[in-house]
C-alpha cells in the first residue's frame, strides 16, 4: 500500500492533479431514479460480493485444513480472481472519487483503509478469518455512516 501511495505522489509530483473533461465531471453528477451513481456501484458491488463471499470463505477453508495439497492449483487460481475482483473494486473506488472531487490527488482517501476495516467489524467479520455475511457488512457501513452523519448534524468537531 504504501508503495503503491508513494508511487502516485511521484507520478502527479505530490501536486493534484486537475480534471479537464467535461464528460468526466458530468459522470460525477450522473443519476438513476434520484440515486446517484456511486451508490448504485456500491450496491452492485454488495449484490457481486453477497452473492460470492461463501466461495471466498470456502477458499480459506480449504487451505486452513490442510488441504492445499489437494486442491492445489484450484486454490491459486481462487486466490488469483479474488484478488483480481479486489483490485478492480479499488480501482473503480479510484475513479468514483475522482469523479465526486473532480480531481486526483495522492492522499485523498487516506485512512479510508481503518474506516473500512472498522465497518467490517463492527458487521461481526472476524479479523482472524472465518464466518461473516454480507448482510454484517451492510449494517457496519450503515453504522458507521449514521454515527459520521449524526456527528456532522450535530456539529461536532471532525477531529472528534
Known amino acids: 500500500m504504501e508503495i503503491v501511495r508513494g508511487l ?19 459522470l460525477g453528477g450522473l443519476s438513476m431514479l434520484g440515486i446517484s451513481l456511486p451508490i448504485w456501484v456500491t450496491l452492485a458491488c454488495f449484490i457481486v460480493f453477497g452473492v460470492s463471499i ?45 469523479l465526486r472531487i473532480t480531481s486526483g490527488q495522492p492522499n485523498a482517501a ?26 454484517g457488512v451492510v449494517i457496519g457501513v450503515l453504522i458507521m455512516g449514521t454515527v459520521e452523519n449524526v456527528m456532522n448534524l ?3 468537531d471532525a477531529f472528534y
Not at 76 to 83: E, I, P, V, W
Open 8 to 26: 502516485g505522489f511521484i507520478v502527479s509530483y505530490g501536486q493534484v492533479v486537475g480534471v479537464s473533461s467535461d464528460t468526466f465531471i458530468a
Open 54 to 98: 461463501r466461495r471466498f470463505m470456502g477458499v480459506g477453508h480449504r487451505r486452513q485444513s490442510g488441504s492445499v495439497a489437494a486442491c492445489g492449483d484450484q486454490c491459486r487460481a481462487d486466490s488469483g480472481l479474488d484478488f483480481s475482483r479486489s483490485g478492480a473494486v479499488t480501482a473503480l473506488t479510484g475513479v468514483i472519487l475522482a
Open 110 to 135: 487516506e485512512g479510508f483503509d481503518l474506516n473500512v476495516i472498522s465497518a467490517c467489524v463492527l458487521g461481526g467479520v472476524p479479523l482472524l478469518g472465518g464466518r461473516a455475511t454480507i448482510s
Open 154 to 156: 450535530l456539529n461536532i
